[in-house]
Each structure stands twice: as structure tokens, then as C-alpha cells.
């Protein structure tokens, strides 16, 4: 089974800087690599699927970026609804459809 | 409109049972995988289950395989999830999402709480 990891656990940005978020995949996943975005109480949303295709209604300052084992999605201008945690999953080699641990952005 | 429903969740004791359903809507369900995925309270995202568009393939974790069935009826536009002999350990809230993989809508969550 492929492990994902996510790194920082935690990241503090300020508003309107730029968040750059890491994924790990044990071993190459390719490009089947999706990023979802969870705010408290709520159900995770898609974000980018294919490492880099964003999904729909994604605002253009989410981007993703990478192949085989390290990722990574960048929020350019952060923007107060963007305060939240996201988590990487793999399913290139599915099932199972691992996710990462997480990372949370909070407000710095 | 997109819309995902879970129901069905509850207290229930260790050994205990429950079925979980979640009746979709604004999309063509019989041509769509789905998925469960489950989330402890503060932890993060554990993928269940998933199965085919027409049902006759199912996918399971390691964790819940013979415990957990997954099925869906889609006639009725619904997803299901068998949870027998429920351990203390899959206290969750539990989603319903459309897709096998990066699942584009979900359902806001059923909690499942089993209790000792």
C-alpha cells in the first residue's frame, strides 16, 4: 500500500501571501495525485485532480504542481475562506485510495 | 443541483449493526461509481468503499473488509453501506461520494458512534 505524507502539518500565512503545500507518495503514483480542501464541519471539496488540472469552480490561484512521488499545491493570495486544511490522496495504485495526513493553513 | 444525502447514522454498541444509505440527485447515478469515505471526529480523510456503476464491483479496506457491505440501488438512486460486527474504532462521520477517485461531490456526513 502506498503511504502518503504532507508536509508542514501546519502552516501560518498571512493573508494575500502565498501557501505552498507538500505531498510524498511512498513510491511514483504518476500523476494520479487530487487535492481536496475540508473547512471545519464541512465535507472535503475537489480541488485538483491529474496533480495539476483544477476542478470545477476552483478559483485560478489554487494550482497544482508534480509527478511520481512529491507534489505540490500552491495558493496564490491567500483570501480568508482559504483557511483550512487540505489533503492530498494518491489512486494510481487503487484501491485503496490513500489519502495524506493533511496539512492546515491557519491565519499568522 | 448535485446532491448527495447520507442517513442512517447512530449510537450503536461494539458488535452492533447499521446501514448507512444516501440517496442522490441532479446526475445520471446509475452511470457513476461511488465511494464512502469515513473521517474519525479530528482526524483525517480513511477511504471504505467503493462500487462500480452498476454495483457488480465492489471495493473494500483492509480495516472493514467481512464486516462492511457496499452496494447501491439504482433504481432508487441510492448508495449503501452494511456495517456489521462495528468496532469502537470506526466511531466516524461517514460520506458519501460520487467517483471512485477524486470524488467531485460529497455528502455532508452521517456520524456513526459505537460505544462500548
Known amino acids: 500500500e502506498i503511504v502518503m505524507t504532507q508536509s508542514p502539518a501546519t502552516l501560518s500565512v498571512s493573508p494575500g501571501e502565498r501557501a505552498t503545500l507538500s505531498c510524498r507518495a511512498s513510491?511514483?503514483?504518476?500523476?494520479?495525485l487530487a487535492w481536496f480542501q475540508q473547512k471545519p464541519g464541512q465535507a472535503p471539496r475537489l480541488l485538483i485532480y491529474g496533480a495539476s488540472t483544477r476542478a470545477g469552480g476552483i478559483p485560478a490561484r489554487f494550482s497544482g504542481s508534480g509527478s511520481g512521488t512529491d507534489f505540490t499545491l500552491t495558493i496564490s493570495g491567500l483570501q480568508s475562506e482559504d483557511f483550512a486544511v487540505y489533503y492530498c490522496?494518491?489512486?494510481?495504485?487503487?484501491?485503496?485510495?490513500?489519502f495524506g495526513p493533511g496539512t492546515k493553513v491557519d491565519i499568522k | 443541483e448535485l446532491l448527495l444525502l447520507e442517513s442512517g447514522g447512530g449510537l450503536v454498541h461494539v458488535g452492533g449493526s447499521l446501514r448507512l444509505s444516501c440517496a442522490a440527485s441532479g446526475f445520471t447515478f446509475s452511470t457513476s461509481g461511488m465511494t464512502w469515505v469515513r473521517q474519525a471526529p479530528g482526524k483525517g480523510l480513511d477511504w471504505v468503499a467503493s462500487?462500480?456503476?452498476?454495483?457488480?464491483?465492489?471495493y473494500y479496506a483492509d480495516s472493514v473488509k467481512g464486516r462492511f457491505t457496499i452496494s447501491r440501488d439504482n433504481s432508487k438512486n441510492t448508495l449503501y453501506l452494511q456495517m456489521n460486527s462495528l468496532r469502537a474504532e470506526d466511531t466516524a462521520f461517514y460520506y458519501c461520494a460520487k467517483g471512485k477517485w477524486a470524488n467531485d461531490h460529497w455528502g455532508q456526513g452521517t456520524l456513526v458512534t459505537v460505544s462500548s
Open positions: 513510491q511514483s503514483v504518476k500523476n494520479k
Open positions: 490522496q494518491q489512486y494510481n495504485n487503487w484501491p485503496p485510495g490513500t
Open positions: 462500487v462500480s456503476d452498476n454495483g457488480a464491483i465492489t
